[in-house]
């Protein structure tokens, strides 16, 4: 028996010198692995941050699996009119589309998945805005100036979802391309006002950055960035900034409001598919 025990104690050190040697392996293998699915700084060139860019720019389809997009995605916000009466909500009874309804009479649950998933998907939105902004200053390729110029894009992008944010929640958390965990930010770190302005400062930026055109047909302006800037400041009761960057768009002559939006629509409606 005392021959067996010692066999046993032994096999058992050799198994876990052997466990031990195997992990160390592994361990080392593993750590000198590069990062799958992601692109390091030495693979950043204008093609893959072009194709970030791309990426951020797709958020506005607002395609997240998993999700009820035409009730929550990033750029689709009318049912939350609901609140404002500016909407109605249909269906058969309360219980039909039951998180709209909470919307509609002020008893917003804290499992309203409109709710949830509209905050989900902006951060979405925002995380790959960041990502792209990364990419674009990471890249060896681009020039300084060309690199102010993509930036300025998508911090314009990032603007628009945080200002849809700024609309909706009373408290969130905000974080830029700088900051390493998102999930360790608060969302009473910052005041809305302090938020607000850090939205503003970014649309200021872009603003002096961006072109007034650009080659390819979708992709953010200076106008854009001064219409959105109009729309913010508007929110702040900020009405000097609300001038200024109104009569910027205004004045170009580029763009002009629909002379009877209803009428436009009821066209569009009519129109065969």
Request: with cysteine; proline share 3%; charged share 25%.
């Amino acid at each position: 028996m005392n021959t067996l025990k010692n066999i046993s104690t032994k096999a058992l050190y050799a198994a876990a010198i052997l466990a031990t040697g195997l992990f160390e392996t592994s361990c080392e293998g593993l750590l000198d692995t590069k990062p799958q699915g992601m692109f390091t700084e030495e693979q950043i060139g204008d093609e893959e941050a072009l194709d970030l860019m791309t990426s951020a720019y797709a958020t506005l389809l607002n395609h997240y699996f998993g999700n009820n997009e035409s009730f929550a995605g990033p750029i689709n916000n009318w049912v939350f009119d609901v609140r404002s009466d500016d909407a109605l909500k249909g269906g058969d009874g309360v219980t039909m589309e039951g998180y709209i309804h909470q919307l509609e009479v002020g008893n917003v649950q804290s499992d309203n998945q409109v709710v949830a998933y509209k905050w989900r998907n902006n951060y979405f939105s925002i995380s790959r805005c960041n990502t792209a902004i990364r990419g674009i200053l990471a890249s060896k390729t681009i020039s300084d100036d060309e690199k102010s110029s993509l930036v300025a894009e998508m911090k314009t992008l990032r603007a628009y979802y945080y200002f849809d944010m700024l609309r909706i929640y009373a408290k969130f958390p905000y974080f830029d391309e700088t900051v390493v965990n998102p999930s360790e930010c608060r969302a009473d770190e910052y005041s809305r006002d302090q938020i607000a302005e850090f939205i503003k400062e970014d649309l200021r930026n872009s603003y002096e950055d961006l072109p007034d055109i650009q080659e390819e047909v979708g992709r953010f302006n200076r106008y854009v960035a001064a219409a959105l800037l109009a729309r913010v400041a508007l929110f702040t009761s900020d009405w000097a900034e609300v001038e200024e960057y109104a009569n910027y768009v205004i004045s170009s002559h580029q763009y002009e409001l629909y002379p009877q939006f209803s009428g436009h629509v009821e066209a569009r409606v009519q129109q065969p598919v």
